[in-house]
């Protein structure tokens, strides 16, 4: 049960978790349980700017994902251990993570501009 809401949480099935995230989260794949993204870095800068992201992400929603960290990248694993299964918690903390890892300012044309793309020293994400 969700302590927030006291609702008990649906657990997908495997076949119901590859199908939404070959549909809503592409990078994501199912496996042992968890689904799970590679994030590629540039460097441990970004690696770390990456983990810090999903720290801040996770400690918000309160829905905490195991992280395995190295120089050039980070591997976001998520489950929901209360309902021993993949809720609709990880679905929606998945797509938050998405959402700020990949937003990239000097694409949507406003004020930002973005980190420069074409200067190594500055790069710290691969987009995908």
């Known amino acids: 049960m969700s302590t927030a809401t006291k609702r008990p949480e649906t657990v997908y ?6 199908e939404r995230l070959a549909a809503e989260l592409p990078h994501w794949w199912y496996e042992d349980g968890w689904i799970r993204r ?16 999903v720290g801040h992400l996770a400690e918000a929603a309160w829905h ?18 209360t ?11 998945a ?7 990949h937003w990239q300012a000097g694409l949507e044309g406003g004020p930002l501009e973005g980190t420069p793309r074409d200067d190594q020293r500055f790069r710290y994400i691969k987009y995908d």
Do not use: C
């Not at 099935?13 to 590859?18: D, G, L, N, P, R």
């Open 13 to 18: 099935s495997e076949a119901q978790v590859k």
């Open 38 to 53: 590679k994030y590629r870095t540039e460097s441990w800068k970004g690696t770390l700017m990456v983990v810090n992201a």
């Open 64 to 81: 905490h994902p195991d992280l395995a960290v190295s120089y050039a990248f980070v591997i976001v694993k998520l489950s929901t251990h």
């Open 83 to 93: 309902a021993k299964g993949i809720t609709d918690k990880d679905f929606a903390l």
């Open 95 to 101: 797509k938050k993570i998405e959402e700020v890892i």
